[in-house]
């Protein structure tokens, strides 16, 4: 898609807004036009449009966007983070191949691996912990990616992208990270050597609770392969949600920006609160990876978890604005217990082993005042 503007010469806040921009003439004004057609003419052109082929204008409008915020060559837009993150499992393995993945994983892409990849006939290491060593230990001649998520959920756990990035260029592999919970705005994945990037853009991409989306970004030659495939597959994004994505973006960068301020102050006041017994926010120096959290990322994101020493449940129930809902990344500010929700199927022990205890909470920061989040935090936290 021809964009009226260069990505390189702005910085991200701007691209959020701009990067894209279709420029069709005086009539469409300042916002690029909705095109809800599925058919389009073949005459006259290199390729022909469908909404299947990844192609239309809203599609492509929006592949530049997250191109010049990602600072990758090409990405393709889907109905789902999980439609992309599996299509380009099945682009990118063959039967007999063989992946590495971080075992703490966000728990749908878990499930999706060890559900599926077994009757592919592909074969898979998962990692409880990622350093070089293991890495190594884990790579054979038919290893053909690795896969990783940093800040990790619940516990916000950071991995060093550039120790990853490093064995994925040396064993001649690829890398591939899902960058939800940073966001662009706080981690970009591919300026730090990264192959692909995955986000959920249910989450903060959306920011709004109101749409389903993935995308996947890399170079051409990555997605080149991923393309077909996916066409196969079938779980593009319809162009209203296109257009209603790009939307979302345009604000992403100030909605990031105070969910960062708001989870600092929160992780701050929760840490000095005697109702707390642990905070996990690797803004906090007190976090185990807050140094390689430092060093890669921009900001330290709107996610943060914590322990309360009362019954949790009873603690949530007391809440007034911040509401018990899954998902995360909007505007407003939600709470879960990974105890009943994203952690419940692997059971008690499951949880110890992964250091999940039964009174973790995990909170969304949104972008209400910062100071009513924590005066709810406080009065919920009054027994
Ligand atoms: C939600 C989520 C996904 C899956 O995205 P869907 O849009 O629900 O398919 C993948 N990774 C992470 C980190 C998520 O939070």
């Known amino acids: 898609m021809e964009s009226s503007l260069d990505g390189n010469k702005y910085r991200l806040a701007t691209n959020c807004l701009h990067a894209g921009q279709i420029n069709p003439g005086v009539a469409a004004g300042v916002i690029n036009p909705l095109y ?11 390729k022909f449009a469908y909404p299947r082929y990844f192609n239309t204008p ?17 990405a393709l837009v889907f109905s789902s983070g999980m439609a992309a993150i599996f299509s380009t499992f099945l682009a990118l393995l063959d039967p007999g191949d063989h992946a590495i993945f971080q075992n703490d994983l966000y728990g749908g892409t878990h499930h999706a691996i060890t559900a599926e990849l077994d009757r592919l006939k592909i ?4 990692l409880d912990e990622i350093t070089r060593e293991s890495l190594d230990r884990a790579c054979r001649p038919e290893t053909r990616f690795v896969y990783i998520e940093t800040p990790s959920n619940p516990l916000l756990n950071c991995i060093p992208i550039d120790v990853v990035a490093e064995f994925a260029r040396e064993k001649g592999i690829l890398s591939l990270i899902d960058n939800t919970f940073a966001s662009p705005v706080n981690q970009n994945p591919l300026v730090l050597g990264m192959d692909v990037v995955f986000h959920s853009a249910t989450k903060y991409l959306g920011g709004h609770s109101d749409i389903s989306a993935g995308v996947v970004i890399s170079s051409a030659g990555v997605i080149g392969k991923i393309r077909p495939v996916a066409v196969n597959l079938g779980g593009n994004l319809n162009s209203q949600m296109c257009h209603l994505l790009e939307r979302s973006i345009k604000t992403l ?25 642990n905070v996990f926010y690797p803004g906090l120096r007190s976090h185990p990876t807050h140094e390689i959290a430092a060093r890669q990322m921009k900001g330290f994101g709107g996610m943060l978890s914590f322990e309360v020493k009362g019954d949790p449940d009873a603690f949530v129930r007391r809440l007034r604005l911040i509401a018990p809902v899954m998902s995360l990344g909007a505007v407003e500010s939600t709470i879960s217990s990974p105890r009943l929700t994203s952690h419940a199927k692997i059971g008690p022990e499951g949880r110890k082993k992964v250091g999940i205890s039964d009174q973790l909470l995990r909170l969304s920061v949104g972008i209400e005042a910062g100071n009513d989040l924590i005066d ?6 009054k027994e």
């Open 36 to 46: 809800p057609s599925t058919a389009f003419p073949y005459l006259e052109v290199d």
């Open 58 to 74: 809203n599609q492509e409008a929006l592949v530049t966007r997250l191109c010049t915020l990602e600072q990758g060559e090409d």
């Open 253 to 277: 960068e100030v909605r990031v920006t105070r969910q960062n301020e708001n989870a600092q102050a929160i992780a701050e006041f929760l840490s000095a609160h005697a109702g707390v017994a």
């Open 123 to 126: 074969t898979y290491t998962l």
């Open 376 to 381: 709810d935090l406080g009065e919920a936290l």
